[in-house]
Protein backbone atom coordinates (compact mmCIF):
# COMPACT_ATOMS: atom_id res chain seq x y z
CA UNK A 1 0.00 0.00 0.00
CA UNK A 2 1.63 3.10 -0.74
CA UNK A 3 2.28 6.11 1.73
CA UNK A 4 -0.47 8.53 0.62
CA UNK A 5 -3.34 5.63 1.04
CA UNK A 6 -2.66 4.67 4.26
CA UNK A 7 -2.03 8.52 5.00
CA UNK A 8 -5.94 8.41 3.72
CA UNK A 9 -7.04 6.71 6.61
CA UNK A 10 -6.95 9.46 9.03
CA UNK A 11 -7.82 12.77 7.31
CA UNK A 12 -7.35 15.01 10.24
CA UNK A 13 -3.53 13.54 10.02
CA UNK A 14 -3.46 14.01 6.73
CA UNK A 15 -4.67 17.65 6.65
CA UNK A 16 -2.23 18.44 9.69
CA UNK A 17 0.62 16.88 7.40
CA UNK A 18 0.05 18.49 4.65
CA UNK A 19 -2.12 21.05 4.67
CA UNK A 20 -4.82 19.97 2.40
CA UNK A 21 -7.82 17.49 2.58
CA UNK A 22 -7.64 13.61 1.04
CA UNK A 23 -10.30 14.80 -1.98
CA UNK A 24 -8.67 17.78 -2.74
CA UNK A 25 -5.13 15.98 -3.10
CA UNK A 26 -6.94 13.46 -5.15
CA UNK A 27 -8.00 16.03 -7.70
CA UNK A 28 -4.91 17.92 -7.33
CA UNK A 29 -3.31 14.76 -8.39
CA UNK A 30 -5.27 14.08 -11.07
CA UNK A 31 -4.46 17.35 -13.07
CA UNK A 32 -0.64 17.01 -12.18
CA UNK A 33 -0.47 13.42 -13.84
CA UNK A 34 -1.14 14.66 -17.26
CA UNK A 35 1.89 17.17 -17.48
CA UNK A 36 3.78 15.21 -15.80
CA UNK A 37 3.38 12.48 -18.25
CA UNK A 38 4.02 14.92 -20.76
CA UNK A 39 7.13 16.39 -19.29
CA UNK A 40 8.92 13.02 -19.01
CA UNK A 41 7.68 12.47 -22.85
CA UNK A 42 9.55 15.75 -23.91
CA UNK A 43 12.74 14.81 -20.93
CA UNK A 44 13.00 11.51 -22.54
CA UNK A 45 12.87 12.50 -26.41
CA UNK A 46 14.81 15.59 -25.74
CA UNK A 47 18.23 16.15 -28.73
CA UNK A 48 21.77 14.53 -27.36
CA UNK A 49 19.73 11.87 -25.33
CA UNK A 50 22.14 8.56 -25.37
CA UNK A 51 19.43 6.19 -23.73
CA UNK A 52 16.42 4.45 -25.02
CA UNK A 53 13.27 5.76 -23.59
CA UNK A 54 12.73 3.87 -20.79
CA UNK A 55 16.39 3.44 -19.46
CA UNK A 56 17.76 4.76 -16.74
CA UNK A 57 17.30 4.55 -13.25
CA UNK A 58 13.56 4.47 -12.14
CA UNK A 59 11.68 6.23 -9.10
CA UNK A 60 10.80 4.06 -6.05
CA UNK A 61 7.52 6.56 -5.13
CA UNK A 62 4.93 6.18 -7.22
CA UNK A 63 3.77 9.81 -8.49
CA UNK A 64 1.09 10.19 -5.54
CA UNK A 65 3.83 9.57 -2.95
CA UNK A 66 5.90 11.94 -4.54
CA UNK A 67 3.38 15.01 -4.77
CA UNK A 68 2.55 13.71 -0.54
CA UNK A 69 6.22 14.19 0.04
CA UNK A 70 6.48 17.70 -1.51
CA UNK A 71 3.54 18.57 0.38
CA UNK A 72 4.75 17.80 3.58
CA UNK A 73 7.56 19.42 2.60
CA UNK A 74 5.69 22.49 2.12
CA UNK A 75 3.61 21.94 5.08
CA UNK A 76 6.31 21.30 7.90
CA UNK A 77 9.61 22.70 6.19
CA UNK A 78 11.39 19.56 7.54
CA UNK A 79 15.31 18.41 6.45
CA UNK A 80 15.68 16.15 3.26
CA UNK A 81 17.20 14.03 6.01
CA UNK A 82 13.99 13.51 8.03
CA UNK A 83 12.04 12.93 4.74
CA UNK A 84 14.35 10.55 3.24
CA UNK A 85 13.38 8.66 6.57
CA UNK A 86 9.77 8.69 6.64
CA UNK A 87 9.62 7.08 2.66
CA UNK A 88 12.62 5.07 2.62
CA UNK A 89 14.64 6.69 0.60
CA UNK A 90 18.52 8.53 0.92
CA UNK A 91 18.01 12.01 1.69
CA UNK A 92 19.96 12.94 -1.82
CA UNK A 93 17.15 11.22 -3.76
CA UNK A 94 14.42 13.58 -2.10
CA UNK A 95 15.72 16.42 -3.97
CA UNK A 96 15.07 13.79 -7.16
CA UNK A 97 11.85 12.99 -6.18
CA UNK A 98 10.08 16.48 -5.76
CA UNK A 99 11.84 19.20 -7.51
CA UNK A 100 10.85 17.94 -10.77
CA UNK A 101 7.13 18.13 -9.51
CA UNK A 102 7.38 21.74 -8.50
CA UNK A 103 7.26 23.70 -11.85
CA UNK A 104 4.67 21.20 -13.09
CA UNK A 105 2.52 22.28 -9.62
CA UNK A 106 3.00 26.27 -11.15
CA UNK A 107 1.50 25.04 -14.05
CA UNK A 108 -1.57 23.53 -12.33
CA UNK A 109 -2.20 26.64 -10.45
CA UNK A 110 -1.61 29.18 -12.80
CA UNK A 111 -0.36 31.96 -10.44
CA UNK A 112 0.41 35.29 -12.30
CA UNK A 113 2.92 37.34 -11.38
CA UNK A 114 0.86 40.70 -12.85
CA UNK A 115 -2.08 40.12 -14.64
CA UNK A 116 -5.03 39.91 -12.04
CA UNK A 117 -8.19 38.69 -13.25
CA UNK A 118 -11.29 38.97 -11.74
CA UNK A 119 -14.07 36.33 -11.29
CA UNK A 120 -17.89 37.79 -11.27
CA UNK A 121 -18.67 37.13 -8.31
CA UNK A 122 -15.56 38.63 -6.76
CA UNK A 123 -14.65 42.11 -4.86
CA UNK A 124 -13.89 44.81 -7.87
CA UNK A 125 -10.86 45.54 -5.46
CA UNK A 126 -7.78 44.68 -5.17
CA UNK A 127 -5.60 44.14 -1.79
CA UNK A 128 -1.54 45.04 -1.88
CA UNK A 129 0.40 43.64 0.82
CA UNK A 130 4.46 42.73 0.91
CA UNK A 131 5.33 39.74 3.26
CA UNK A 132 9.11 39.33 4.41
CA UNK A 133 10.81 36.14 5.83
CA UNK A 134 14.38 36.04 7.32
CA UNK A 135 16.80 33.93 4.79
CA UNK A 136 20.17 32.39 5.05
CA UNK A 137 23.14 35.08 4.43
CA UNK A 138 24.39 33.65 1.33
CA UNK A 139 27.95 33.24 -0.09
CA UNK A 140 27.42 36.27 -2.75
CA UNK A 141 24.78 39.46 -3.07
CA UNK A 142 24.69 39.62 0.56
CA UNK A 143 24.10 43.04 0.77
CA UNK A 144 21.15 42.79 -1.71
CA UNK A 145 19.31 40.35 0.80
CA UNK A 146 20.03 42.41 3.58
CA UNK A 147 17.31 44.79 5.41
CA UNK A 148 18.49 47.66 7.54
CA UNK A 149 14.85 47.36 9.14
CA UNK A 150 15.25 44.02 9.90
CA UNK A 151 18.72 43.82 10.23
CA UNK A 152 19.15 40.84 8.89
CA UNK A 153 19.18 39.15 5.41
CA UNK A 154 15.60 38.54 4.27
CA UNK A 155 13.64 37.99 1.45
CA UNK A 156 10.22 40.09 0.38
CA UNK A 157 7.13 38.92 -2.14
CA UNK A 158 4.33 40.99 -2.54
CA UNK A 159 0.68 39.33 -2.82
CA UNK A 160 -2.20 41.12 -4.66
CA UNK A 161 -5.61 39.35 -2.74
CA UNK A 162 -9.51 39.79 -4.01
CA UNK A 163 -12.32 38.96 -1.78
CA UNK A 164 -15.42 36.98 -3.17
CA UNK A 165 -18.68 39.44 -2.26
CA UNK A 166 -20.80 37.62 0.66
CA UNK A 167 -24.15 35.51 0.00
CA UNK A 168 -27.10 36.91 1.17
CA UNK A 169 -28.52 35.75 4.42
CA UNK A 170 -27.21 34.86 7.67
CA UNK A 171 -24.34 32.49 8.51
CA UNK A 172 -26.09 29.14 8.99
CA UNK A 173 -23.71 29.12 13.01
CA UNK A 174 -25.64 33.01 13.75
CA UNK A 175 -22.38 34.38 12.64
CA UNK A 176 -21.52 37.21 9.68
CA UNK A 177 -20.19 35.08 7.13
CA UNK A 178 -16.77 35.40 6.38
CA UNK A 179 -14.81 36.82 3.34
CA UNK A 180 -13.29 33.82 0.84
CA UNK A 181 -10.13 35.48 0.16
CA UNK A 182 -8.30 34.54 -2.84
CA UNK A 183 -4.24 35.55 -4.43
CA UNK A 184 -4.96 36.68 -7.20
CA UNK A 185 -0.77 37.51 -8.20
CA UNK A 186 2.82 36.94 -6.60
CA UNK A 187 4.98 39.41 -7.55
CA UNK A 188 8.30 38.18 -8.22
CA UNK A 189 11.22 37.73 -4.72
CA UNK A 190 12.96 40.76 -3.85
CA UNK A 191 15.63 41.10 -1.51
CA UNK A 192 15.16 42.81 2.08
CA UNK A 193 17.10 45.94 1.04
CA UNK A 194 14.63 46.50 -1.88
CA UNK A 195 11.55 49.04 -0.30
CA UNK A 196 8.19 48.44 -1.07
CA UNK A 197 7.29 50.99 -3.02
CA UNK A 198 10.03 50.69 -5.38
CA UNK A 199 9.78 46.79 -6.25
CA UNK A 200 5.83 48.14 -6.86
CA UNK A 201 6.90 50.88 -9.57
CA UNK A 202 9.25 47.58 -10.76
CA UNK A 203 6.84 45.46 -11.26
CA UNK A 204 3.39 46.77 -12.03
CA UNK A 205 0.34 44.86 -11.60
CA UNK A 206 -1.99 44.79 -15.07
CA UNK A 207 -6.02 44.63 -13.45
CA UNK A 208 -9.10 45.36 -15.07
CA UNK A 209 -10.02 48.77 -15.41
CA UNK A 210 -12.11 50.98 -12.80
CA UNK A 211 -11.10 48.13 -9.96
CA UNK A 212 -9.78 49.94 -6.93
CA UNK A 213 -6.31 48.85 -5.23
CA UNK A 214 -5.47 49.05 -1.30
CA UNK A 215 -2.61 49.34 0.34
CA UNK A 216 -0.74 50.55 3.50
CA UNK A 217 1.68 53.52 3.84
CA UNK A 218 4.76 51.41 2.61
CA UNK A 219 2.97 52.37 -1.13
CA UNK A 220 3.49 55.90 -0.34
CA UNK A 221 3.45 57.64 -3.71
CA UNK A 222 1.78 55.59 -5.40
CA UNK A 223 -2.21 55.58 -7.01
CA UNK A 224 -2.81 53.20 -3.73
CA UNK A 225 -5.87 53.97 -1.70
CA UNK A 226 -3.97 54.12 1.56
CA UNK A 227 -4.80 54.84 5.33
CA UNK A 228 -3.97 58.65 6.20
CA UNK A 229 -0.68 59.53 7.78
CA UNK A 230 -0.95 61.33 11.17
CA UNK A 231 0.97 64.43 10.30
CA UNK A 232 3.99 65.55 12.27
CA UNK A 233 2.88 67.12 15.84
CA UNK A 234 -0.52 67.11 14.45
CA UNK A 235 -3.87 64.99 14.96
CA UNK A 236 -6.09 63.30 12.29
CA UNK A 237 -9.52 64.28 12.19
CA UNK A 238 -12.67 62.75 13.11
CA UNK A 239 -13.44 62.26 9.59
CA UNK A 240 -9.69 60.94 8.70
CA UNK A 241 -9.52 58.61 11.53
CA UNK A 242 -13.14 56.95 10.27
CA UNK A 243 -11.87 56.48 6.70
CA UNK A 244 -8.92 54.90 8.25
CA UNK A 245 -11.09 52.18 10.38
CA UNK A 246 -13.23 52.02 7.19
CA UNK A 247 -10.04 51.29 4.65
CA UNK A 248 -8.34 48.52 7.53
CA UNK A 249 -11.65 46.66 7.63
CA UNK A 250 -10.93 45.83 4.15
CA UNK A 251 -7.45 46.07 3.36
CA UNK A 252 -6.93 43.33 6.74
CA UNK A 253 -8.05 41.09 3.79
CA UNK A 254 -4.45 41.06 2.66
CA UNK A 255 -2.99 40.38 6.07
CA UNK A 256 -5.85 37.53 6.62
CA UNK A 257 -4.26 35.84 3.47
CA UNK A 258 -0.61 36.01 4.42
CA UNK A 259 -1.50 34.56 7.22
CA UNK A 260 -3.02 31.64 6.03
CA UNK A 261 -0.18 30.81 3.33
CA UNK A 262 2.09 30.74 6.46
CA UNK A 263 0.17 27.70 7.53
CA UNK A 264 2.55 25.74 5.01
CA UNK A 265 6.24 26.57 7.14
CA UNK A 266 7.90 26.91 3.70
CA UNK A 267 6.42 30.61 3.43
CA UNK A 268 7.48 31.30 7.12
CA UNK A 269 10.32 29.97 8.47
CA UNK A 270 14.08 31.19 7.71
CA UNK A 271 14.35 30.24 3.99
CA UNK A 272 16.71 27.76 3.60
CA UNK A 273 16.51 26.89 -0.51
CA UNK A 274 18.00 28.60 -3.04
CA UNK A 275 16.92 32.10 -3.60
CA UNK A 276 16.07 31.66 -7.73
CA UNK A 277 13.41 29.15 -6.49
CA UNK A 278 11.52 31.07 -3.57
CA UNK A 279 9.14 32.85 -5.93
CA UNK A 280 8.09 29.66 -7.72
CA UNK A 281 7.68 27.77 -3.85
CA UNK A 282 5.68 30.56 -2.80
CA UNK A 283 3.23 30.66 -5.87
CA UNK A 284 2.57 27.02 -5.16
CA UNK A 285 1.87 28.14 -1.43
CA UNK A 286 -0.51 30.44 -3.02
CA UNK A 287 -2.20 27.96 -5.13
CA UNK A 288 -3.08 25.88 -2.25
CA UNK A 289 -4.12 28.01 -0.44
CA UNK A 290 -6.78 28.99 -3.24
CA UNK A 291 -7.18 25.25 -3.50
CA UNK A 292 -8.42 25.12 0.52
CA UNK A 293 -9.66 28.34 1.34
CA UNK A 294 -10.88 30.87 -1.76
Avoid at 35 to 40: D, M
Avoid at 204 to 211: Q, S
Wanted: with cysteine; proline share 7%.
Amino acid sequence: MSHAARLKRSPTSFRLLTGITPDKFDALLAQLRPLHEAAEARRKARRGRKRRPGAGRKFTLGLGDRLLMLLIYYRTYVTHAFLGFLFGLDDSSVCRNINPLQPLLAGVFRIPERKVRLAPDEVRELFFDATERPACRPTRGQRALYSGKKKRHTIKTRVVVVAKRKKPGPHPGGRARPRRLRVAAVSPSAGGRTHDKKWYDRTRVVGPPGVRRCGDLGYRGTALAMPHRKPCKGQLTRRQKRANRRLSRRRVAAGHAIGKMKIWRIAADRYRNPVRRHTLIVKNVAGLHNLMFA
